[in-house]
T-cell receptor, first 116, second 114 residues
Framework: AQSVTQLDSQVPVFEEAPVELRCNYS??????LFWYVQYPNQGLQLLLK??????LVESINGFEAEFNKSQTSFHLRKPSVHISDTAEYFC??????????????FGIGTKLQVIP | ETGVTQTPRHLVMGMTNKKSLKCEQH?????MYWYKQSAKKPLELMFV???????ENNSVPSRFSPECPNSSHLFLHLHTLQPEDSALYLC?????????????FGSGTQLSVL
């Protein structure tokens, strides 16, 4: 079984300031790691994912996340946030070798509020 | 636009009503999912269909009944719901080839049970 912990339910940050959204996970098997974002009145969409290789992964809109196996963490960071980054961010894990469909476990979500 | 369409966007129903949620994808995906999103709770996986066969049913009450008539459509039939069933119901799909694929989500149906 897997579990995902997002300790911060809400994170207010001023525009152009850096932000870090924390994610820790536990699993008895090897997992893939994901961050999804949900903008108001929309479904979730994939922001970035870690499958293997370099532990630092980046998204097209400036976010990055680093996989730390020893700390079982996958924190999301952005050096300078924009108003348009206001959304809810979900950390998620999915076991490797789960077959042809996804058994994704999500965290509770962190609401990022960017203040002008 | 993710390619996954859910209708209706909003639904208000009484506890004795019967209603259905619809999900449609024309992405050629083989796996489809129903998730429940409630405030201050992680997304709950309700059902998974792979190649039109139900492969996951995570202890969901029988008042929720899924149906997958073909690979493009997924329904969630609702009857005699409870107020605590009020939530955002999200449909998702994935190609269904490997275990590291992303999920494509619809915008959800916001359900209120009175």
């Amino acid at each position: 079984a897997q579990s995902v912990t997002q300790l911060d339910s809400q994170v207010p940050v001023f525009e152009e300031a850096p932000v870090e959204l924390r994610c820790n996970y536990s699993s008895s098997v090897s997992v893939y790691l994901f961050w999804y974002v949900q903008y108001p009145n929309q479904g979730l969409q994939l922001l970035l994912k870690y499958l293997s290789g370099s532990t630092l992964v980046e998204s097209i809109n400036g976010f990055e996340a680093e996989f730390n196996k020893s700390q079982t963490s996958f924190h999301l960071r952005k050096p300078s946030v924009h108003i348009s980054d206001t959304a809810e961010y979900f950390c998620a894990v999915s076991p490797m070798n789960s077959g042809g469909y996804q058994k994704v476990t999500f965290g509770i979500g962190t609401k990022l509020q960017v203040i002008p | 636009e993710t390619g996954v369409t859910q209708t209706p966007r909003h639904l208000v129903m009484g506890m004795t009503n019967k209603k259905s949620l619809k999900c449609e994808q024309h992405l050629g995906h083989n796996a489809m999912y129903w998730y429940k999103q409630s405030a201050k709770k992680p997304l709950e996986l309700m059902f998974v269909y792979s190649l039109e066969e139900r492969v996951e049913n995570n202890s969901v009450p029988s008042r929720f009944s899924p149906e997958c008539p073909n690979s493009s459509h997924l329904f969630l039939h609702l009857h005699t719901l409870q107020p605590e069933d009020s939530a955002l119901y999200l449909c998702a799909s994935s190609p269904g080839q490997t275990s590291n694929e992303k999920l494509f989500f619809g915008s959800g149906t916001q359900l209120s049970v009175l």
